[in-house]
């Protein structure tokens, strides 16, 4: 029997269980991993909001980290709610040498409006973390803040990605949920030395979104531990969230999830 690849997620816990570690865990397993996790922030949170946040000590992350690559070979990794410089400063450190690809989420704001980066840690995002990954998934508003250029239009998204490249990142998909209101979601995905891609998926009219961000960075990671190129990687992680959003349902109040299960649907 093939053993299901190791997969790393660096990220905040959601107590709510939808997005976060959590979110990441569900989606690696649905799609045929071994998820392993570096939690760098607990979040107090339901699908109302974010009540509060508790981050340990960099040194702590850093020993989680430590003890997952020494116990585990891992396959892929992917980074998402980070929360100050020093977090992102120390893994960065530890991920400078590896081999193994890597996804960064940069993960700002969460669903609820809630601020999950300080805003002194973007600039060590951009510094130490975006030159050392294979690929970023930024949204609209975090491809805004990354980059400083406004995004409006088709012209908008295609300066920012051409921009978050300059930044060191190998390859960068910007994700279109926040854009275009009308019938289909486009992201676009930028590789070094190759032209844009337009990648399309039917709109999901649905209240249940949390997590959405996470759930796709974390398919990607799992796909390319499973050896799949990233354009290949990048589409079937589509797929399993356009499914997920097309089946998701409210367990609470306020947001719910996507449905992971659907992962299991799919094999």
Do not use: W
């Not at 002194?120 to 805004?144: G, H, I, M, S, W």
């Amino acid at each position: 029997m093939k053993l299901p690849p190791n997969i790393l997620t660096i990220a905040g816990s959601d107590s709510g269980g939808g997005a976060g570690i959590q979110a990441d865990l569900k989606t690696i397993m649905a799609l045929g991993g071994y998820g392993m996790s570096v939690i760098t922030a607990l979040t107090a949170q339901n699908g109302e909001g974010v009540l509060g946040i508790h981050a340990p000590e960099p040194e702590f992350v850093l020993l989680q980290l430590q003890a997952v690559r020494e116990g585990f070979p891992v396959a892929a990794a992917k980074t998402g709610m980070l929360f100050s410089a020093p977090i992102i400063r120390a893994v960065a450190g530890a991920l400078r040498e590896r081999d193994f690809p890597l996804v960064v989420d940069p993960v700002c704001v969460s669903q609820s409006g809630s601020r999950l980066l300080q805003e002194d840690a973007v600039e060590a995002l951009k510094q130490d973390l975006l030159p050392l990954c294979d690929l970023l998934t930024p949204n609209r508003p975090e491809a805004e803040a990354l980059t400083g250029l406004p995004i409006a239009d088709k012209a908008g998204v295609l300066a920012a990605g051409e921009a978050l490249l300059r930044m060191g990142p190998r390859a960068v998909l910007i994700k279109g949920g926040h854009m275009e209101k009308d019938s289909v979601v486009t992201d676009y995905l930028f590789m070094v030395g190759e032209a844009p891609r337009s990648l399309a998926q039917p709109r999901v009219e649905t209240p249940n979104n949390h997590g959405t961000g996470c759930t796709l960075s974390a398919a990607i990671a799992t796909n390319l531990g499973k050896g799949l190129s990233l354009p290949a990687a990048v589409s079937n992680a589509q797929e399993f969230l356009n499914r997920a959003l097309r089946y998701s349902y409210t367990p609470g109040r306020g947001c719910g999830p996507v449905n992971h299960a659907v992962g299991c649907m799919l094999h």
